[in-house]
């Protein structure tokens, strides 16, 4: 609910603070007393484009503030969450605009952009006074008059539910197959490259078995050659080493007793020869072992060269990281056949939620149309009512692939003149013909939508007599549980009013300003006669004038 508009220094407006109440808030005045000026600067305040022109004084800065009450938080709360915003159960928002025609945004104090603040206005306030700026032009609210008619909220958000998993499992199929086909141009090449490491058959720390191996069989000739050298000189010959050791250590044994300390040289002098004699047969065996044998040596050559060749491919240090390639690659080429698998799960998936989508669709399509007939029927009839005999709606529902909200697209066309001839809303219909439409549409559903405070102007354009009466009759209705501020010149509308604010020019200063005053009980039926009978009503108009507010 809009509790205050405080405005400084816009247009005509020196200094003005509103406060509004629940209910209906009728606004009067004559005309140019400035009622135009105040709906200007609540659409100010709301997000309209600003500039200079607005400063009634240049030298200082104009000032617009609109205080809601909003005890449930709703959409706005979630948006001021979203931004990061301190919130209580009052909203402020405030415009300030300078000579430079430079302007900021304010909610709750906190600096917002233009766009925030009209999107956290569209919450708050309905502002009836051109069709750019009627609810009612929008094909989603359209939507949202049959669906309150239906009463299927239930069907409703388990379609949101579903309709939410159906985007979020295209977005992830979207996600899978790009992938898969980024990663299908890479997988013929690892696939190449993994054959490659697969036919090596690479074994751990085998590099080192290689080269050892290698290096023997390089020098096989050399190693054996010296060793037939050596172990000739150990133990064969015309006096082998051996024999010269075995014949000093009999010698030193027979001295043995002679001396104390070649009891101990001697024994090392045999432990030398057994030790000799132990190195001897362990070279006969070795040269036994060492054979030349070209062929193995070009297999074990070809071996190291193959590792080699893709080490350096690969750009690795050392053979053994050849096997965390291979068990990388294995692990890519298996993530193919993988994300194919994860691919026809999600497109599964996404088969189930779209029949299930649909099929909640065509319940919320079929209970949609069931209502077409009647809201034409009694938005008609409301219309006639007040003051458009002749004024007719059509709804058309065409069904549309699936969107937020089911499948179909809601169109209201309209035919002022009984001309057969049906033109959506912004072609055919003038702003009071679609602000008396509004009314009749939002006095069927009020209590079923969520809306905010509603604000009319030229809702009385073209009519009067029991038309206006009638008018008056809605917008009372619908001040019972939305509030409700109207522009009006016409009696039986201002005698309905909760609360009646009078908006008069008063020169001051050698300037003439704009004021506005919120009636009493006499003030309001004074304001009626005087809206009835001129500025000085007779007696028996004050009468009527109090029939009329008595007796609405």
């Known amino acids: 609910m809009l509790q205050r508009l405080s405005i400084q220094n816009y247009a005509i407006i020196s200094e003005l603070d509103i406060v509004f109440g629940e209910g209906l808030n009728i606004i009067t005045g004559e005309t140019g007393a400035g009622k135009s000026i105040l709906v200007g600067a609540l659409g100010l305040v709301l997000g309209d484009r600003a500039d ?16 809601f009450h909003l005890p ?15 919130q209580d159960d009052d909203i402020v928002l405030r415009r300030e605009v300078s000579a430079t025609g430079k302007s900021r945004a304010f909610i709750n104090d906190t600096p917002v952009n233009l766009t925030q603040l009209q999107q956290l206005a569209s919450c708050l306030v309905d502002l009836h006074l051109q069709f750019d700026t009627l609810e009612l032009g929008r094909g989603d609210f359209q939507r949202e008059v049959l669906d309150a008619l239906s009463d299927h909220r239930p069907i409703l958000d388990d379609y949101a539910n579903v309709y939410a998993e159906l985007l979020a499992l295209r977005r992830k199929l979207a996600q899978l197959e790009a992938d898969q ?9 690892k696939i190449f490259l993994l054959d490659e490491l697969t036919q090596l058959h690479w074994k751990e720390h085998e590099m080192e078995s290689l080269e050892a191996e290698f290096n023997v069989l390089s020098h096989a000739d050399q190693i054996k050659s010296t ?22 250590v009999q010698q030193m044994q027979s001295l043995a007793g002679h001396h104390p300390q070649l009891p101990d040289l001697s024994a090392r002098m045999q432990s030398v020869f057994l030790e000799l004699q132990d190195i001897a047969a362990e070279l006969r065996r070795l040269a036994d072992g060492v054979q030349m044998d070209p062929r193995r040596l070009d297999q074990v050559n070809e071996r190291i060269s193959a590792a080699q060749k893709l080490m350096k491919k690969h750009g690795v240090g050392n053979a053994g990281e050849l096997l965390r390639i291979q068990e990388q690659l294995e692990t890519d080429v298996s993530g193919f056949q993988q994300r194919g698998d994860e691919i026809l799960q999600v497109r599964e998936l996404l088969e189930q939620a779209g029949k299930k989508a649909a099929q909640l669709a065509d319940t919320i399509h079929a209970n949609r149309v069931k209502q077409v007939q009647p809201l034409e029927s009694k938005v008609e009839a409301l219309l006639k009512r007040i003051g458009m005999p002749n004024a007719r709606l059509k709804v058309m529902v065409e069904e549309v692939p699936l969107r937020a909200g089911g499948k ?24 009071g013909e679609l602000s008396r439409l509004m ?16 604000i009319f102007d030229e ?33 039986q509308i201002a005698a309905r009013a909760n609360h009646h604010f009078y908006v008069y020019k008063k020169e001051k200063g050698n300037r003439i300003q704009t004021q506005v005053t919120l009636l009493d009980a006499n003030g309001h039926v004074e304001a009626i006669a005087r809206m009835m009978g001129g500025e000085k009503p007779s007696r028996l108009v004050m009468e009527n004038a109090r029939e009329m507010v008595m007796n609405p």
């Open 227 to 248: 060793i037939d050298r050596i172990s000739f000189g150990l133990e064969e010959g015309e006096d082998p080493v051996l024999r010269q050791l075995r014949t000093a």
């Open 181 to 189: 086909v980024a990663a299908l141009r890479e997988q013929d090449f």
């Open 408 to 431: 179909d697209q809601v169109i209201f066309l309209f035919d002022a003149n009984r001309s057969d001839h049906f033109e959506p809303l912004q072609k055919v219909a003038s702003g």
């Open 459 to 491: 809702i009385d354009s073209g009519i009067s007599g029991e038309a206006a009466r009638q008018v008056g009759v809605l917008m009372k209705e619908l001040g019972q549980c939305h509030q409700v501020i109207a522009i009006t010149h016409q009696p």
């Open 439 to 454: 009314l009749a549409v939002k006095s069927l559903v009020a209590g079923s939508l969520s809306m905010p405070t509603l």
């Open 72 to 86: 449930s938080p709703g959409e706005a709360g979630t948006l001021l969450d979203s931004w990061d915003i301190e």
């Open 52 to 67: 200079s022109s607005v400063l009634s004084d240049p030298s200082r800065k104009a000032f617009v503030e609109a205080v």
